[in-house]
C-alpha cells in the first residue's frame, strides 16, 4: 500500500505543466483529485516516474456560462459543481450528478476533467456528461483541440486523448428547464454505480454498461418517435455489452437499466412539466 | 434513564446504571496506542518487517532468489523459509495432524496472501520496494475453492495428508436414514450457504518483538487473549513460555479474527532475534483481506420435518466447513453449530454431521458468534421454509415448537444444557414492541396493491452459548495507600468497555468511586494467566472474578480492622460514602479507611472464578425489510430486538454491544461475503469490493430490555457480545424473503444483493409461468 518512488512537481502554471508532460512523456502522469491515481499507485498497478499535479491550478478551476454553452475548468472538483450557482440554473444535471459521487471527502478532491481523463465506465459524470453532448477541450504543447463527448472514449479507461494532453475544459450545453433526472443504483450509499442512468432533454446515458459510458440511442429514438416512456426504457439495453461481477451479472444489468431509465424518464417528465 | 459520569450517590448501588465509558474520551479525541503507534523505548531501531506474499492460491515454489532484493535501498536482511528455524506446526490441535503450516512457505503455496519470504528493513517505507524485487516462480496447481470438489479429494493440498478431509463429526456413523422422518407429514430438505465474512477489525494486524539481554523475548501485539497467545508462540518457536513476554497496547476490535497469535508473531520474534534487532510489523488493509482469519463459512444442508399442525417433530443439519489452507480454529465452528442445531426449540428427533475441510483459501476462525449464529441461521430458515409449506405464521410455528420455562435446565439432543430461558416471553415482546399484526396488515395491503415496494417481516428466537470453552478467569483488586485501586484482569478488552466495567464491579463492593481505580489487561508477566476475550465470556468469568475479588478484599479488610476497631469482624461493613470499614448500625463510631489499611499492609486479593459451565443468553428480533421487488434492493427499515442476557451491568456497554452485533448480522444478511474466483483469486480484497455497511445502511435499532438471570454465577450474568449478530441475521433473511415469498420465492442465499433477489424472482415467475 505504498506506491514506487516518484517524483513530484506541481507547476504553476498550464503551459508549464503541458511542458513538463511533454518532457517525461510515457514517464509522466497527472495528479488532479488524486483519488483514482493514488489507490492504483498505491496498489502499486501504476508507478509513474514523475507525477505532475495540476490540482491547484486556480486557472483550470472556473464555472461560466459561454454563449450556448456552460465551460467548466478541468480541475473543477465535484463539491464546486454540487454548490454552483451557475450550474443549478444552467445545467442541473451535472451537480445532481456529482452530489451522487463518493463520500464528502472524494467530493471535495474529485475533479471533473480527472474523472472524465480516468475514464471509468462505472464513473457517474462521463455518462451525465454524455447524456448532455458535451465536449472536452484538450490541450497540449501542438495546440487546442474540441473532441464531442461522443467521440472520446475508445474502451474501458481510454480514449482519444494523446499522453501529452490534458483535459482543460468540459462544455455542457445550458439545458435550463429542460426535464433531467439522474438514477444511481448502489448496493451501499458510497458505492459506485451497479447501473446508472442519467436523462436530460430525451437524451440517455449509462453507466457501466459496457466498456465505456453510453447512450441509450434505442430509447432516444423511441422517444424521438413518441412512442410512451415504458416502452422507450424497454430499449435500454440495446447495444450495451454490461459486464459481469459481484455486484451484476449482464442479465441483471440489462434488467435493471430499463427499470431505472423508466424511472428516469418519469422524473424528468414530471420536472419538465410542472404540475403535470 | 439519566447519564451517569462515574459518581453516584453511594446509596445507590452503580450496578445496572448507564456509567459513561471511561476509556472513550482518548479513544475519541487523541486516539488510542495500538501496537504500530508504540514509541516504546524497548524497540529503538527497530527493523520493519515486510513479508512477500503468494500472488497464486495454489503452486510448487521453484525457486526464490533473494539477490536483487538484498541489495534494495534500507534493506538489512531478506529470509525466506530455508533461513528459518521454525518447524511448520500444526495451527489447531484437533485438525488433521499432516496440515502442517510452514512459517514462510517452502515447497507449496495453498493461498493467496501466504508469505513466503521476509524482508527487514531500515525504513517501513522501503520494504514494498524490496519485496518486489524477490524473485519467485511458480509452478501454478490447480486450485480448490468448491467444498464439495474439495472433499472428493480429486486436488489435494496436502498429498502427504492422502485427502483434504481436515476432520468430520458423527458422519456415517449411526446415521438414521430416512427412518428419522418416517413419522412427519411434512418433510422439507434444502441446501444452504452461511457465507464466508471478514472480520476486518479498524486495527489490522501488528506486532512488534524484542530480546532483552536476560534472554527473554517481549512481544507487542495485537490479540483478544495475551496468555493464550504467549503459549501457542512459545510452542511454535520451542521455547519456554517463562522466557516470552506478551504486551498489549490498545486493540482496535478482533470480533474472534484475534483470538490467539497468528504466525506472523512468532515471525517477528525469530527475525529479531537473527537480525539482532527489535522488529515491527504491520499489515496494510489488503494483506489484511486475505491474511486474517476469516468466519462462517459453511455449506448446510437443512432437513425438517413435522406435522400440519404446526409441531415439528424432526431435524437435521449436515455441515460442511470449510477450513481454509491451514486449518485453524474454523475446525471448532460445526462443533458449535452441531452443539446448538435446534435452537431454542424442544425437538423429539435431532440429528446433525459435520465435514471439515481444507480449501486453497485464507484460513477460517471465529468470527462474533462462532459456530453459533451458523446454527440459529440453519434453523430459523428451517422454521420459515416448514411455516411456508404449512401455511402458518412464522411467529406461530416458533411459539408452539419453543421450549417452555418450565422446563429447564433443559438439556438439547445437541447435548447442551440451557441454564435459563423464556423464549416464547421473548418472542411476545418482540411481536408486541413491533405491532406484528399491523406490520402483518400492511404487507397484506401492499401485496393486493401490486406495489414495486414490498414488506418483508422476518422473525428470529435464538439462544446461543457464551462463556463456553474457557470458564476459568482470574482477578487481583489492590487497594493502594493513597485510596486509589489497580484491577489486574485475565480477560482482554478490544473495544467491550472493561475498563468501565471492571472498575463498576470494584466500586460497588469498595465504595471508591471509579476514576481511582485502573484496569490493567494484557501484559503476561503482570498477569501470568488468564483467558481473555472471546465468546461473550468476559463478564461472566472475569467481571465475576473482580466482584468476587473485592468482596474478598472487602472481607480481608474487615479480618484486618477488626482489632483497631475492637469489634467483631461480623459486625463489620464498607461504609461506601466513605470507602472505610465501619461498625454496623453505630453511625458516626469509629471508622478505617481501606487505604489506611492498605498503608499498613498490602491490601490485595487475587481471586480465581470457575464458572464450571457456559450461559445461554437468548432473544428475539423482528425485522422489517422493504424490498423493491423491480430492482431485487432490501433495506432494513426497523429491527426490534430483544436480547436477554441476564442483569444488565452497565446499559450503555450492554446497548453498544448490541448495536455492533445487529450491524453485522445486518451485514452478514444483506452485503458481506468474502469471494474468491475459481483459480482462488480473492474478489474481495479491499473496502470499495467489501460490502462492509455504513450507518447510512442501517436502521436504527429498537432495543426491548429484558433480564433472565443464570444459576450459573452468583451475579445472574450473561454474556452480550455476539447475541446481536446472531439474532439479526436470520430476522433479516428471513424478512426479505418473506418480502418476496408471494412471488414464490422460498430462499435466497445470502448475501441479499439486489442481483441475488431480482434473480430469485425472476426465477420464481418463469417457473411459474412455465
Ligand atoms: C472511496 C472512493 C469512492 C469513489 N466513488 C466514486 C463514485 O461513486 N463515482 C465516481 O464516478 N467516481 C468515484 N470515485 C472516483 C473519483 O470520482 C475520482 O476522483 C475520479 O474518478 C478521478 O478524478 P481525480 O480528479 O481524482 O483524478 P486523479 O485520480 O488525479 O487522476 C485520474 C487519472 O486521470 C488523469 N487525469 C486527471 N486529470 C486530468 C486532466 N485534467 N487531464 C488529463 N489527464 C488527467 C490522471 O493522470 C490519472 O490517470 C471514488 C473514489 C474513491 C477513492
Known amino acids: 500500500m505504498i506506491p514506487v518512488g516518484f517524483e513530484y512537481s506541481r507547476p504553476d502554471t498550464v503551459d508549464a505543466a503541458l511542458a513538463l508532460l511533454a518532457e517525461h512523456g510515457e514517464d509522466a502522469t497527472i495528479l488532479a483529485g488524486g483519488h483514482s491515481l493514488l489507490p492504483v499507485m498505491k496498489l502499486r498497478l501504476a508507478a509513474p516516474e514523475m507525477v505532475i499535479d495540476i490540482g491547484r491550478l486556480a486557472e483550470l478551476n472556473y464555472i461560466r456560462v459561454d454563449g450556448d454553452e456552460v465551460a467548466i475548468g478541468g480541475v473543477t472538483r465535484y463539491r464546486d459543481l454540487v454548490i454552483s450557482g451557475v450550474l443549478a440554473a444552467e445545467c442541473p444535471l451535472l451537480p445532481a450528478v456529482a452530489r451522487t459521487v463518493g463520500d464528502p471527502q472524494v467530493r471535495h478532491r474529485g475533479t471533473l476533467g480527472g474523472s ?70 448502489t448496493r451501499r450509499s458510497n458505492d459506485w454505480a451497479i447501473v446508472g442512468v442519467a436523462v436530460v432533454d430525451g437524451r440517455v446515458g449509462l453507466v457501466n454498461m459496457g ?61 419538465s412539466a410542472p404540475g403535470a | 434513564m439519566p447519564v451517569i459520569r462515574g459518581i453516584v450517590s453511594p446509596a445507590m448501588s452503580i450496578l445496572g446504571t448507564r456509567v459513561v465509558r471511561t476509556e472513550d474520551p482518548v479513544f475519541l479525541t487523541r486516539g488510542a496506542t495500538y501496537t504500530d503507534d508504540l514509541t516504546d523505548e524497548r524497540l529503538t531501531g527497530a527493523l520493519h518487517l515486510t513479508l512477500v506474499r503468494s500472488p497464486l492460491a495454489h503452486a510448487k515454489i521453484t525457486s526464490i532468489d533473494t539477490e536483487a532484493a538484498k541489495a534494495a535501498p534500507g534493506v538489512v536482511a531478506v529470509y525466506t523459509g530455508a533461513d528459518l528455524d521454525l518447524e511448520p506446526a500444526l495451527l489447531f490441535p484437533a485438525a488433521n495432524k499432516a496440515m502442517l503450516r510452514p512459517f514462510l512457505a517452502t515447497d507449496t503455496v495453498r493461498y493467496v496472501g501466504e508469505a513466503v519470504a521476509a524482508v527487514l528493513t531500515e525504513e517501513h517505507w522501503q520494504g514494498e520496494d524490496a519485496a518486489d524485487l524477490v524473485e519467485i516462480d511458480y509452478d501454478p496447481l490447480e486450485a480448490v475453492i468448491d467444498l464439495k470438489k474439495a472433499l472428493s479429494d480429486e486436488v489435494l493440498l496436502f498429498p502427504e495428508a492422502g485427502t483434504n478431509s481436515v476432520t468430520s463429526m458423527h458422519l456415517g456413523k449411526d446415521d438414521p436414514g430416512d427412518e ?118 459453511q455449506l448446510q444442508t437443512i432437513t425438517i420435518g413435522g406435522d400440519r399442525d404446526g409441531k415439528v417433530k424432526a431435524y437435521r443439519l449436515d455441515v460442511i466447513q470449510d477450513a481454509g489452507a491451514y486449518p485453524r480454529l474454523g475446525v471448532v465452528l460445526p462443533m458449535f453449530t452441531r452443539m446448538m442445531a435446534s435452537g431454542t426449540y424442544d425437538i423429539p428427533k435431532v440429528w446433525s454431521t459435520a465435514q471439515v475441510v481444507a480449501t486453497t483459501t485464507t484460513s477460517t476462525a471465529a468470527y462474533r458468534g462462532a459456530g453459533r449464529p451458523e446454527a440459529t441461521q440453519a434453523i430459523e430458515r428451517a422454521m420459515d421454509l416448514f411455516a411456508d409449506e404449512i401455511g402458518m405464521d412464522p411467529a406461530e410455528i ?5 421450549i417452555k420455562p418450565e422446563q429447564f435446565p433443559f438439556t438439547t439432543k445437541g447435548g447442551a444444557e440451557y441454564d435459563s430461558g423464556e423464549y416464547a416471553k421473548a418472542i411476545d415482546l418482540a411481536l408486541e414492541a413491533s405491532d406484528y399484526t399491523g406490520l402483518r396488515a400492511e404487507q397484506e395491503a401492499r401485496r393486493k396493491r401490486g406495489d414495486a415496494v414490498q414488506l418483508g417481516i422476518g422473525v428470529s428466537s435464538y439462544v446461543e ?38 472498575a463498576m464491579l470494584a466500586s460497588d463492593e469498595l465504595g471508591i468511586p471509579i476514576d481511582k481505580i485502573t484496569v490493567i489487561h494484557g501484559d503476561t508477566d503482570l498477569i501470568p494467566k488468564g483467558a481473555g476475550t472471546m465468546g461473550s465470556r468476559s463478564l461472566q468469568t472475569g467481571g465475576v472474578a473482580v466482584h468476587n475479588a473485592a468482596a474478598e478484599l472487602v472481607d480481608l479488610a474487615k479480618q484486618r480492622a477488626a482489632d483497631l476497631l475492637e469489634a467483631n469482624v461480623d459486625d463489620l461493613e464498607i461504609d461506601k460514602e466513605t470507602a472505610s470499614v465501619v461498625v454496623k448500625g453505630v453511625p458516626g463510631s469509629k471508622s478505617v479507611p481501606l487505604a489506611e489499611l492498605a498503608a499498613a499492609e498490602e491490601l490485595k486479593v487475587f481471586h480465581e472464578w470457575d464458572g464450571k459451565k457456559p450461559t ?10 422493504e424490498v423493491d421487488v423491480e430492482s431485487g434492493k432490501a433495506t432494513v427499515e426497523r429491527i426490534w430486538a430483544v436480547d436477554d442476557a441476564g442483569p444488565i451491568l452497565n446499559p450503555l456497554i450492554f446497548d ?30 479491499t ?84
Request: with cysteine.
Open chain 2, 180 to 297: 428419522f422422518f418416517a413419522d412427519c407429514e411434512v418433510v422439507i430438505t434444502r441446501e444452504i450457504t452461511n457465507q464466508r465474512v471478514a472480520a476486518a477489525p479498524l486495527e489490522s494486524r501488528a506486532a512488534s518483538a524484542y530480546w532483552g539481554d536476560d534472554g527473554r523475548c517481549t512481544i507487542f501485539c495485537s490479540t483478544q487473549n495475551a496468555q493464550s497467545a504467549r503459549d501457542e508462540v512459545a510452542g511454535w518457536m520451542g521455547m519456554d513460555a517463562k522466557n516470552l513476554r506478551l504486551i498489549l497496547p490498545d486493540v482496535g476490535g478482533g470480533f474472534g479474527a484475534k483470538i490467539g497469535a497468528d504466525p506472523e508473531f512468532a515471525l517477528v520474534a525469530a527475525f529479531s532475534k537473527m537480525a539482532g534487532r527489535p522488529v515491527r510489523w504491520n499489515e496494510s488493509r489488503s494483506e489484511n483481506m486475505t491474511g486474517m482469519v476469516q468466519g462462517r463459512a
Open chain 1, 116 to 185: 472524465l481523463a480516468h475514464g471509468d465506465p462505472a464513473s457517474d459524470l462521463p455518462a451525465a456528461v454524455l447524456a448532455l453532448g458535451g465536449t472536452v477541450v484538450l490541450r497540449s504543447p501542438r495546440g487546442t483541440r474540441s473532441v464531442p463527448i461522443t467521440e472520446f472514449y475508445t474502451g474501458v479507461f481510454s480514449s482519444v486523448k494523446e499522453p501529452d494532453e490534458l483535459v482543460v475544459e468540459v462544455r455542457v450545453p445550458r439545458t435550463g428547464t429542460a426535464g433531467w433526472a439522474y438514477e444511481k443504483f
Open chain 1, 211 to 271: 466498456s465505456t459510458p453510453l447512450r441509450a440511442s434505442a430509447t432516444e429514438a423511441a422517444l424521438a418517435e413518441g412512442r410512451s416512456v415504458e416502452e422507450a426504457a424497454a430499449l435500454a439495453d440495446v447495444g450495451t455489452e454490461p459486464p459481469a461481477d459481484n455486484a451484476g451479472t449482464p442479465e441483471y444489468r440489462r434488467h435493471l437499466v430499463k427499470v431505472l431509465t423508466r424511472r428516469a424518464l418519469t422524473t424528468a417528465a414530471g420536472i
Open chain 2, 687 to 770: 473496502f470499495a469490493d467489501y460490502g462492509i455497511p455504513s450507518a447510512a445502511e442501517l436502521p436504527s435499532f429498537d432495543l426491548v430490555t429484558m433480564e433472565t438471570p443464570t444459576p450459573v454465577n452468583p451475579m445472574g450474568y450473561k454474556g452480550i457480545g455476539e447475541a446481536g449478530t446472531i439474532g439479526s441475521c436470520p430476522a433479516v433473511q428471513n424478512a426479505v424473503i418473506d418480502a418476496v415469498s408471494h412471488l414464490g420465492v422460498s430462499h435466497i442465499d445470502m448475501p441479499l444483493t439486489p442481483v441475488r433477489v431480482w434473480t430469485a424472482i425472476d426465477a420464481a415467475q418463469k417457473e411459474a409461468s412455465k
Open chain 2, 616 to 625: 445461554f443468553p437468548f432473544g428475539a428480533h423482528v425485522a422489517v425489510v
Open chain 2, 398 to 402: 416458533r411459539k408452539i415448537n419453543v
Open chain 2, 656 to 685: 453498544g454491544q448490541r448495536h455492533g452485533g445487529i450491524a453485522q448480522g445486518i451485514a452478514q444478511a444483506l452485503l458481506e461475503e468474502v469471494v474468491f474466483d475459481p483459480d482462488g483469486q480473492p474478489l474481495t480484497a
Open chain 2, 465 to 502: 452459548i457464551t462463556g463456553g470453552g474457557a470458564f476459568v478467569e482470574n482477578a487481583t483488586v489492590e487497594v493502594h495507600a493513597d485510596g486509589t485501586v489497580t484491577v489486574l484482569t485475565g480477560t482482554s478488552p478490544h473495544g467491550q468497555g472493561h475498563a468501565t466495567a471492571w
